[in-house]
Each structure stands twice: as structure tokens, then as C-alpha cells.
């Protein structure tokens, strides 16, 4: 099973851009990317998906390298609502279903 | 609205007295999982399943059942709670697509204290 290494905190300022690297050294060929944004006491809320290269939407962008043993989220412009835990998730059906979340990232957002 | 939901949002209860955790979706979604989310632990699988009847391990079930005899329901049992099940618990739901995808939904969250 991929398992996926994440810092354990992080402090930003509004307004800054904010990277937050997963590193997931065995990660199958067929694996996804996947990184969710939880506030306390509420459930994880998705926020990309990603396969390799680049994606983008409304909130955030991911980067994945060639060799795709690392992704990184970028937060741009962050605000103080951005303050929260940050899961990376690799992996699904290769597993079976099981799915395995690490420790996530705590950011903290300082105005 | 698309939502999942989960029932009661908050328990109290005492060691042994068997209780069930409703978890119900409404986007027609396969797969559906739950979870338990301690400090300092981060999100543990507890179940999963991958469609009607299919139910499996994730990576702390014991102490837990789970069925899945319709789509929309995915009801989290304990038979005999003790202390050290006091948790937050999710459930999810999710609709993998061509296999890959992990987008999931996840409910409001159940808040069960054992004593």
C-alpha cells in the first residue's frame, strides 16, 4: 500500500503562497493523487486530483513530478479561512478499496 | 443536494451496550467507507465497500461490523463498545469512475463517547 509522508505543520501569511509536499515513494503505475482540506470537527472536503503534470482549478493547483514519487499542493493567496489540516491520499482500486491517509499537514494562516 | 449523513451526530454511552451508526447517501455511489479519527492518529479505514455485499477490512476493523444490503445505506455497528472506541467517526461515499478516482464525500461526522 503507497503510504504518503507529509510535513506535520506549517505557518504562512495571508497572502502568500503556500506548497505543501506528499511524498509517495511506492506508488503504483494506475495510482491517483488526491489531497483533502479538513477544518476541526467537520469531515475531509476534497480538493484536487491529480495523475501526473500539472492540475488546476478554482482553489489550488497540484504539481507532479515524471517520476510522480512526490506531489505538491499549492495554495495561492492564502487567507485566514485556508487554516487547516491537509491530506495527501494515494492510491484505490489498486488496493482494493483500502485506502490509507497520513498524518496530514496542520497550516496554520497568520494575518 | 447531494450529501451524505450520518446518525446520531453525537453519542454518549456505556461499555457493552451494543449501538449502530447510520451513514445513508443520495448520489447512487458504489463505494463507501468509514472511519475513525483520533488526535494525533489522523483518518484510520475502519470498513469499506466496494458495492451491495461487498464489505472488507480497512486498517483498524476490530471491534467493528458493517453491511451493505442496500446501495445508499452503510450502517457501522459495535456490538460491544469499550472505552477505547470513543472517537470521531466519518463515513464516505465515492463513485470511482473508471477505477481511479478518490474523490470522496464525507458525512458530518458522529462524535461516540464510550465510558
Known amino acids: 500500500l503507497a503510504k504518503t509522508t507529509q510535513p506535520i505543520s506549517m505557518d504562512s501569511y495571508e497572502g502568500q503562497e503556500v506548497n505543501i509536499t506528499c511524498s509517495h515513494n511506492n506508488i503504483a503505475t494506475n495510482d491517483y493523487i488526491t489531497w483533502y482540506q479538513q477544518f476541526p470537527s467537520q469531515g475531509p472536503r476534497f480538493i484536487i486530483q491529480g495523475y501526473k503534470t500539472k492540475v488546476t482549478n478554482e482553489v489550488a493547483s497540484l504539481f507532479i513530478p515524471a517520476d510522480r514519487k512526490s506531489s505538491t499542493l499549492s495554495l495561492p493567496r492564502v487567507s485566514l479561512s485556508d487554516t487547516a489540516v491537509y491530506y495527501c491520499l494515494v492510491g484505490f482500486y489498486n488496493q482494493g478499496g483500502k485506502l490509507i491517509f497520513g498524518q496530514g499537514t496542520e497550516l496554520s494562516v497568520k494575518p | 443536494e447531494a450529501q451524505v449523513t450520518q446518525n446520531p451526530r453525537y453519542l454518549i454511552t456505556v461499555t457493552g451496550k451494543k449501538l449502530t451508526v447510520t451513514c445513508s447517501q443520495n448520489?447512487?455511489?458504489?463505494?463507501m467507507s468509514w472511519y475513525r479519527q483520533d488526535p494525533g492518529l489522523g483518518l484510520r479505514q475502519i470498513y469499506y465497500s466496494m458495492n451491495v455485499e461487498v464489505t472488507d477490512k480497512g486498517d483498524v476493523p476490530e471491534g467493528y461490523k458493517v453491511s451493505r444490503k442496500e446501495k445508499r445505506n452503510f450502517p457501522l455497528i459495535l456490538e460491544s463498545p469499550s472505552p477505547n472506541q470513543t472517537s470521531l467517526y466519518f463515513c464516505?461515499?465515492?463513485?470511482?469512475?473508471?477505477?481511479?478516482?478518490?474523490?470522496?464525500?464525507f458525512g458530518p461526522g458522529t462524535r461516540l463517547t464510550v465510558t
Open positions: 464516505a461515499s465515492s463513485s470511482p469512475g473508471g477505477g481511479r478516482s478518490n474523490e470522496q464525500y
Open positions: 448520489m447512487n455511489h458504489e463505494y
